[in-house]
């Protein structure tokens, strides 16, 4: 077995097993895909003999961590060939792509699972619910509808309306620049659907929202982002995408102390258990403090014993907000000392 990445030249032969793995996709979305998504992003294949036995796509995104801008890799094209399964070759990929990511100082990494039971081995765990959301009844009959024209002044206009939707609401989400929505208006037109821009129909005719769906009849939403007098809620929030800390020392830099906790500086000794990427796992002393916090390891012969005990998926769905960890009740107050990250929003496809 050859593990490997493949040159820009190479790429196109990843779409042999993207079309046999993902056959649900159509053609005009994998002609998009191939020869626009695969000019930034890097493929990791690996080779029994002279064929491609599987691969992983890493896509990359800027995003926004509370008041940083980070690069993280949003991991797509996870396929075995059906020759290959039950082989081991995701386990090499993904073990792989981990190193190689922390190398790269990669604070994190995410993914929108077909089955999440695939992930969960990997210690991928969900890190936000997607909201189902419509236009309501003032949204359907109060807005116009533009086409959003990729070449326009209005590229700049769009990412930054965006962008002060989601800054109220979330700490972290994939940052919208011109560059997010041009690329996202093509990939929504390569499946029959299209993405338009919401404005009022008064003279001042102002952006309320951004609307992107696929398909003709605009049966499969997207994106929608709006100004909240114009959606409704049409069912309840699920589970979307998943998340996975890769560098945790440099995750842990935006976790802080509550404003509310009693004192302004804390210590603590963390265990956290990471099978995959031996720098995670260990004890660590955690220092944290209301503007944030900082790792570092503790040499194997300390006896002593930690306060916190954590396996990497438990820590990320923690630190993600998502969900608290299982912890004994005496250890619960020092947890609740310490504020996670406050509202994820995830809605990329790939």
Known sequence: MMIRYLKQEEKIESRKLWEKVFSEDSESFINYYFSDRVLKNKVLTAYKEEKMAAMLHRNPYEVVVKDQVWKIDYVAGVATDPDFRHQGYMRKLLSRCFTDMYTERMA???????????????????????????LNEKGRTELNRRAFLERSNKCKEVSEFAERQLEKRYEVYALRSEEYYRDLCKEVRSDSGDLLLLTTKNESSKLAGVWAYYGETAGTLRELICLPEY?????????YAMGRIIHMERFVSVISLKKDCPVGEMELLIEVKDSFIPQNNGLFLWKLDRKGSSLSPVKEESARKPHLTLGIGEMTSWLFGYGLPSVPADQ????????PLNGVFFDEVT
Do not use: H, W
């Open 108 to 134: 994190f990494s995410f993914l929108v699972p077909v089955d999440p039971a695939i992930y969960q081995p990997f210690d991928y765990t969900y890190i936000c619910d997607l909201p189902a959301i419509t």
């Open 231 to 239: 959606v409704k809620e049409n069912g309840p929030s699920k589970p």
């Open 332 to 339: 619960m107050a020092m947890v609740e000392r310490i504020r």
